[in-house]
């Protein structure tokens, strides 16, 4: 063996070696001290692929980091929790067909239990005639082959696990549409009781300025109802189901307070915090006559309807005339909105019982915005949609490529909200980049594509990834004092990108 020292010398001996030296050590002393050479970070644009993000990709078998929690430990949790909701399902049916039909479903989820507990190859999607097939097994192929659930980048390998899921019902005869995080999401719902009616006992009536305001106090205090609001919007993202599977309805009360002092308490853990351009942004629209907004949407239940009152507040006071949502196709991470999510919300905020406690009041201020909220719909101004990408593994640096007319459509939005996690991962490409990383070079194409329109994320911090921070020293120092603040859900950001608005967009 033979250690290089820098300036040794090895010592003379003075008997005869009987052996050759185990070890030999060489002087270094004259040669070039070491360089600190940082790695070819980020990675040129035409070297980024799924499987090769800007910055390293998180993987399952990453140990420090959540991926490889998420990977090892939560996915196989909630899906095990998948079956178990699903047998409820099964033992609740009568028809012999049906029943074979969902024990099927159930035997296919097994199935995947034992490809992810047992770090399977990721195979192609089988042809469920859903309009992602062809995007999925594209990606596979192309950059995925011999790769497992440790080894891919953790964001795709995640959402292939959802994608699984769902092809265990879509190729049934019965169970296409079933949801088997429905039940979850309800009860989650169910049990936000206080905070539900402490802003349905705010909104219930259409807003209104108290009478003599001028017109500078008004804006005034639209500004300030649209911070809080805002705030509202973003820290309703903390009931994130795949997160919370066995938190207690205290916490979820506490997550979901929605008090002035709360939210005033909790503004400074908002890390990267460019409220106040946004609020510049929306007030821009209304000079302009109004815009629309859109809102790619997160967590069903709370947040969605958290979501909505703040949508509400953008409609009536002129800041937006119309607001897009855009939901999943089907079931996905848990507590995803989907078309049914959302109907579901709408219909029980009309017509429900889902607070027992609740006094006439209060399900009568529950209602009224409800039928509101449902006239919108009737009249135009909001828009629920849908479209198949949001349901790929790809991130939102492909969208440009990938999903050309999804590009287009969200170019002609004034402001496209993204909320949650998940959409904050896809924006960023889910990777190590160092947490000072600018976020309108961290989102790529959708900050630098010609006609890419404004983009703020709205994120409480429940991943690895963090970025939009003034600083790196400011990371560092949380790793330091509180380890784990990266998942806590403590921390938060709202950032903006200014995009390329109005620019005509191009294809290659």
């Known amino acids: 063996m033979t250690s290089l020292q820098p300036n040794a010398v ?3 001996s003075s008997e005869p070696s009987q052996s050759p030296p185990s070890k030999v050590t060489l002087s270094l ?4 001290k070491k360089q600190d050479i940082k790695g070819p970070w980020p990675r040129t644009p035409s070297r980024v692929d799924p499987n ?5 990709a998180y993987r399952g078998y990453h140990e420090y980091s959540f991926a490889h929690a998420t990977m090892g430990v ?14 409820k399902t099964l033992n609740e049916q009568s028809s012999e067909e049906q029943v074979t039909d969902l024990l099927a479903c159930i035997e296919r989820m097994d199935g995947l239990m034992t490809d992810l507990s047992g770090n399977a190859k990721l195979r192609p999607i089988i042809d469920d005639a859903e309009a992602d097939v062809a995007l999925w097994n594209k990606a596979i192929a192309k950059y995925f082959q011999g790769k497992d659930f440790m080894s891919a980048p953790w964001l795709f390998a995640e959402a292939y696990k959802y994608r699984r899921l769902r092809e265990a019902f879509s190729v049934s005869k019965y169970w296409k549409d079933y949801d088997v995080f429905f039940r979850q999401k309800c009860d989650t719902f169910s049990r936000s009781a206080d905070a539900v009616f402490e802003l349905s006992m705010r909104f219930a009536e259409p807003f209104k300025h108290s009478g003599n305001l001028s017109d500078a106090e008004k804006l005034e205090a639209e500004r300030l109802m649209f911070l809080e609001l805002t705030q509202i919007c973003l820290w309703g993202n903390s009931t994130d189901l795949s997160l919370l599977i066995n938190m207690t309805e205290e916490q979820i009360k506490s997550l979901q307070s929605t008090g002035g002092d709360h939210l005033a308490a909790t503004e400074k853990n908002i890390l990267g915090n460019h409220l106040p351009q946004l609020w510049e942004t929306v007030k821009e629209l209304r000079a302009k006559t109004g815009g629309r907004i859109d809102f790619v949407l997160d967590n069903a239940g ?15 006071s002129g800041l937006a005339k119309q607001i897009r949502f855009h939901g999943k196709r089907y079931p996905w991470f848990v507590s995803d909105v989907t ?7 709408l219909n029980t905020m009309v017509y429900g019982y889902l607070f027992p406690k609740a006094t006439e009041q209060e399900r009568e201020s529950l209602r009224r915005m409800g039928v509101r909220w449902k006239q919108y719909e009737k009249e135009g101004k909001w828009v629920y949609e849908q479209h198949p990408f949001w349901c790929t593994g790809y991130t939102f640096w492909e969208l440009h490529g990938e999903a050309p007319d999804l590009f287009l459509h969200l170019s002609r939005s004034d402001l496209v909200i993204f909320k949650g996690d998940l959409n904050h991962r896809k924006l960023t490409y889910d990777c190590a980049a160092p947490a000072s990383t600018p976020f309108d070079v961290a989102i790529g194409p959708m900050a630098n594509a010609a006609g890419a329109p404004k983009v703020c994320s709205m994120r409480t911090i429940k991943s690895d990834v963090v970025v939009g921070l003034e600083s790196d020293e400011l990371a560092e120092r949380l790793d330091g004092e509180e380890p784990g603040w990266k998942i806590s859900g403590k921390y ?3 950032l903006l990108s200014e995009g390329r608005p109005g620019e005509k967009v191009r294809f290659a």
């Open 74 to 87: 939560r996915l196989p949790t909630i899906l095990g929790k998948a079956i178990e909701d699903t047998m």
């Open 302 to 316: 709370f947040e969605l309807y958290c979501d909505c009152v703040y949508a509400d507040f953008l409609i009536q």
């Open 29 to 32: 002393g004259h040669l070039p």
């Open 492 to 494: 938060a950001v709202v």
């Open 52 to 56: 090769n993000p800007p910055w390293p």
């Open 339 to 345: 078309k049914k999510d959302w109907e579901w919300l």
């Open 10 to 12: 090895a010592p003379p």
